[in-house]
């Protein structure tokens, strides 16, 4: 068996935390990160919320303190893709309604991108935006 070279802890300075973190129960009491395994929402690989990546998370971002990881690193990636096309779409979307209306292609690849992000995000889906692409749809 072969050992990790990485700490499975690191020092904590939550004097480096978000102003809301500051206000949170933990900064009188978090003196390290430890590695925190999970489970991946989407994929159910194990996985592991390193210690080196909360303290990078925590103090260098400046994310919450409560944030906890939920997708594995491919998972994590494959839905910043999708956020980051669901934002062109968009983008194309408010200089182009017109025209895109009539797009089966455009709407129905806008319409996909939004039911597979559902696939990697636990809360809820813009129901609002697929009826509205459905019925769009529906009229070309």
């Known amino acids: 068996m072969i050992k990790s070279l990485r700490p499975t802890s690191v020092p904590a300075n939550p004097e480096q935390w978000s102003e809301k973190s500051k206000q949170s129960v933990a900064f009188g009491f978090r003196l390290e990160y430890k590695d925190k395994p999970y489970n991946c929402w989407h994929c159910h690989a194990d996985s592991v919320f390193t210690a080196q990546d909360q303290k990078y998370t925590f103090e260098i971002l400046r994310a919450s303190i409560t944030q906890n990881r939920i997708l594995c690193q491919p998972c994590w990636t494959e839905s910043n893709r999708i ?5 062109d779409c968009e983008e194309q979307w408010s200089l182009s309604k017109r025209q895109l209306q009539a797009d089966e292609t455009f709407l129905g690849r806008w319409l996909d991108l939004l039911v597979a992000l559902e696939k990697y995000v636990p809360y809820k889906p813009d129901t ?11 009229k070309v």
């Open 128 to 138: 609002a935006k697929k009826n509205m692409l459905s019925r769009l749809l529906s």
């Open 83 to 87: 956020r980051a096309s669901l934002r």
